[in-house]
């Protein structure tokens, strides 16, 4: 079982920056295979980033790709995601996701831990 709690959501202006952490409980992180999911009123949640256990592989919806740049230290249980040049569409609830394995999982049903989501909201 894990626990995941995320954290750095906020209000930024656009073309701002924010940086995103989720700290997991256990002691078998470097297992575990991480995603950021987004998802904004009145659409679906969307795939954002994600990252191997090891962290040596990294997945990234086209629309962040350049922009937004996920992370992890194992040594701290926690995954990242750095959030450079926000755009007002970047405006949603973050959510991060574990699970093990080592596939690229791009897919929220592939999932089975969740956080409770941290809000992110970028002004024009």
């Known amino acids: 079982q894990v626990q995941l709690v995320e954290s750095g959501g906020g209000l930024v202006q656009a073309g701002g920056s924010l940086r995103l952490s989720c700290a997991a409980s256990?002691?078998?992180?470097?297992?575990?295979?991480m995603g950021w999911f987004r998802q904004a009123p009145g659409k679906e949640r969307e795939f954002v980033a994600s990252?191997?256990?090891?962290?040596?592989?990294?997945y990234y919806a086209d629309s962040v790709k350049g922009r937004f740049t996920i992370a992890r230290d194992n040594a701290k249980n926690t995954v990242y995601l750095q959030m450079n040049s926000l755009k007002p569409e970047d405006t949603a609830i973050y959510y991060c996701?574990?699970?093990?394995?080592?596939?690229?999982?791009?897919?929220?049903?592939?999932?089975?831990?969740w956080g409770q989501g941290t809000q992110v909201t970028v002004s024009s």
């Open positions: 256990g002691r078998t992180f470097s297992r575990y295979f």
């Open positions: 996701a574990g699970r093990q394995g080592s596939y690229g999982y791009t897919r929220d049903f592939q999932y089975n831990y």
């Open positions: 990252i191997t256990g090891s962290g040596g592989d990294t």
